[in-house]
């Protein structure tokens, strides 16, 4: 059972899981850029043994307070999990980041390599397919700001990913729930920041960063978790990022777009031999 906890870095009062138990190694979970930390409930209880397991709420995001839309940048949000760790006094992670958790895992990874033991990266490399950038740009800027209840958020999820149609409405319907919260005028809203879902110009969602200079910078092994239908994660970047690195191991995950949950079969069995979870 995870135990929400906060802390207070550059400035903000930010949210996240603790999964763990004392002793263990510590890892890491960061979500993509329209996600949140609950995006790991399912995956935890298969790095619980082996791991002391912490998933952060992003700026902006989930649990986290709203920051200045001019500090909704990959290099703030490296450095939110940098001051996190110093907060905390962690030494050394072991990380997994899906999507835009796994770009600030990458800059994270390469400014501050002897701090990592082990990279998971979920469908994203220094690459990003502007097809699959695009689609996800248009859906968050269009979604709508209000919902009637659980039922329309997940009918919301529904529409833009193919992969939400094979989760079954209850399942979904509780995964949907850690993203909205009641709005003023009834209903429901996003928790995230309005200023992420459309952002000013020269945010986030805009920045053009080469992501292969600190990914050169990495020193640990990396494992690459790839939807073989994926339109973020091209198979030429990921064989680059293979012969780019001395240690890079990728898994294909058949039948799955942008992103795997991590928790089909062939996703765990990749995870298990990568982080030793026996």
């Known amino acids: 059972m995870a135990e ?29 850029a329209t996600g949140n930390a609950h995006n790991f ?28 839309a001019r500090e909704y940048l990959l290099q703030q949000y490296a450095s939110d999990l940098s001051a996190t760790l110093e907060a905390l006094e962690i030494d050394r992670i072991s990380l997994i980041g899906t999507s835009m958790g796994g770009v600030i895992s990458m800059m994270f990874a390469g400014g501050w390599p002897e701090r990592v033991e082990r990279l998971v990266l979920n469908d994203i490399g220094p690459e990003i397919d502007p097809a699959g950038s695009a689609r996800i740009s248009t859906y968050t800027s269009e979604a709508p700001d209000t919902f009637k209840d659980l039922g329309e958020v997940a009918a919301y999820y529904r529409s833009i990913s193919p992969r939400m149609t094979e989760i079954p409405e209850d399942a979904l319907r509780e995964w949907a729930k850690w ?49 073989t239908q994926s339109d973020i994660l091209a198979p030429l970047t990921a064989r680059q990022m293979r012969t780019t690195h001395t240690d890079v191991t990728i898994a294909e995950i058949p039948g799955v777009g942008h992103a795997p949950s991590l928790t089909e079969p062939e996703s765990l069995a990749a995870l298990r031999e990568f982080l030793r979870l026996g």
């Open 179 to 227: 993203s909205v919260k009641p709005a003023a005028s009834g209903g429901l809203t996003w928790k995230m920041d309005p200023a992420i879902r459309r952002p000013p110009r020269g945010g986030a969602a805009q920045q053009r960063l080469d992501l292969w200079v600190p990914f050169a910078r990495i020193s640990c092994p990396i494992l690459v978790v790839r939807g």
């Open 4 to 32: 929400d906890k906060f802390i207070a870095v550059n400035g903000l009062r930010l949210h996240y899981l603790d999964y763990g138990a004392d002793n263990l190694p510590w890892l890491v979970c960061i979500h993509g």
């Open 41 to 68: 409930d399912e995956l935890a209880p298969h790095l619980s043994a082996r791991y002391h397991a912490l998933s952060l709420d992003v700026r902006g995001r989930g649990d986290s307070a709203w920051g200045p």
